[in-house]
């Protein structure tokens, strides 16, 4: 499966990204709008939180810019002003605030469940390497796909996303038409949606999202929202579910036992550590080429990952096998396991295409050296040093 970064329309070709965001746009917009109908509420009321939903994408994507330089637009950001400005809007104009935002979440499911098709279209908040995925090409790279990642497979977790916001939306709309208590769908879309963002997490490679203590963003502000809605329905302020309160639990202790194995030295390779370590390897590959040659002994660079990890690789012809070979020193902050470099190796052989098994020896907590061995179609008379 080898997604298009456009879609063709006649003669045109339009960026993928942008037909699926317009298309989930408008369907939420008449969603929105038929649900006003539906429940005997003013029309204006869903276009003047269209329109404060334009102004707070808008101004959030320019403050983005100006601060990063970069077009960069954060889901979470987006919903959480987008929500703050239509409360506010519609209590200043006197509305039912709680009701005008159950139906203003389906329309931002909606437009989400329509983006995320954009999103694997483009390639960006892909998922982590996964042997049944789907292949990116150097056309995604040139869109913003980190270049390790080129035809290499990836779980597809912006379909899975979109699936499930789908059902939500659904779930949603059974919850209107069946009479529920104003703030039932804002309720049942920050815990439903909550506990699939957080768990599509783990799966999630896309490596320029912060992570603390073993956590992404996303994952954070998920257990933020889900525990200040549970707070506000305990506070009668919105309807309070027992689901509410056994999702709240589940995260809370997912996330200490996420936090405690972080500082335990386990599941530290997040996608962000992976870039830097994949950067570190780059530098050094470029470095040895501009310096090594096949007659001359090589002089091996090591380049080092904000984590204090030394990296270094190379290749080595000897006779009838290349050995491609890494080695990972750890850090007084970071310190590496076997386990670690297993993964790491892992990782090596799906980025690097590797078709044998890493060999891996080292000390734990030390350095690790990870080699693969490929046999050459022709024998090589003597050993020489490559990269």
Not at 13 to 32: E, M, R, S
Not at 211 to 221: D, I, R
Not at 246 to 275: E, M, Q, T, Y
Request: aromatic residues 12%; contains cysteine; proline residues 4%.
């Amino acid at each position: 499966m080898k997604p298009s970064t456009h879609i063709k329309l006649g003669t045109r070709k339009i960026p993928a990204f942008h037909f699926f965001g317009t298309v989930g746009f408008t369907a939420g917009l008449l969603l929105g709008v038929l649900w006003c109908i539906a429940l005997h509420l003013p029309v204006w009321g869903m276009l003047v939180m269209a329109l404060t939903a334009m102004v707070a994408f808008t101004v959030l994507a320019m403050l983005a810019k100006l601060l990063t330089g970069e077009e960069i637009i954060v889901y979470y950001h987006h919903e959480i002003a987008i929500l703050l400005g239509c409360a506010l809007v519609l209590g200043l104009l006197h509305q039912p605030v709680l009701r005008f935002l159950d139906i203003m979440i389906l329309c931002i499911a909606t437009f989400l469940a329509f983006g995320r098709l954009g999103c694997f279209s483009a390639g960006c908040c892909h998922g982590k390497p996964f042997k049944k995925g789907v292949v990116y090409t150097h056309a995604h790279v040139q869109e913003g796909l980190i270049y390790y990642y080129e035809n290499v497979p990836l779980f597809p977790v912006q379909l899975a996303e979109s699936l499930y916001v789908s059902c939500i939306v659904l779930t949603g709309c059974w919850l209107l038409s069946s009479g529920a208590a104003p703030g039932s769908v804002l309720v049942l879309y920050t815990a439903g949606y909550g506990l699939c963002r957080y768990v599509m997490e783990f799966f999630r490679g896309d490596p320029w999202r912060p992570y603390w203590q073993g956590l992404s963003e996303a994952q954070w502000t998920t257990l933020l929202l889900v525990l200040f809605t549970w707070m506000a329905g305990y506070l009668h302020w919105l309807p309070l579910y027992t689901w509410h309160t056994v999702i709240a639990a589940a995260l809370l202790c997912s996330s200490a036992v996420v936090v405690f194995r972080f500082h335990k030295g386990g599941d530290v390779v997040n996608p962000r550590i992976i870039r830097q370590l994949m950067n570190a390897l780059h530098q050094a590959h470029l470095q040895n080429l501009q310096t090594n040659s096949v007659q001359q002994p090589a002089h091996i660079h090591v380049c080092a990952n904000r984590q204090g990890w030394k990296v270094s690789a190379g290749l080595v012809q000897q006779y009838h096998l290349q050995l491609t070979h890494y080695t990972i020193s750890g850090s007084a902050r970071l310190r590496l396991t076997h386990e670690l470099a297993e993964k790491l190796a892992q990782l090596l052989q799906t980025l690097h295409a590797h078709t044998d098994k890493a060999e891996i020896t080292g000390h734990p907590g030390n350095l690790f050296h990870i080699v693969f061995k490929t046999p050459l179609p022709d024998s090589k008379p003597a050993a020489y040093h490559t990269v």
